[in-house]
């Protein structure tokens, strides 16, 4: 946890993301203002449900 002030916000700036390496021996990692995640994985699928709005 980065900032425990902000645990409570809907949202997070994404500050980095790496995948990792060599069939996850080093996790991938996503950092933000607010926390930072590590994932040992396999196999992984991030979807983003992209919205457009009114311009």
């Known amino acids: ?3 425990s002030e902000e645990i409570h916000e809907p949202e997070a700036d994404l500050i ?3 995948m990792g390496i060599k069939s996850h021996q080093e ?3 996503i950092t933000t ?3 930072e995640l590590s994932i040992i994985y396999g196999s ?3 979807q983003k449900n992209w919205s ?3 311009l």
């Open 52 to 54: 457009r709005g009114s």
């Open 1 to 3: 946890m980065h900032d």
């Open 16 to 18: 980095g993301f790496s």
């Open 44 to 46: 992984f699928v991030l």
């Open 27 to 29: 996790a991938a990692v």
């Open 33 to 35: 203002d607010i926390f």
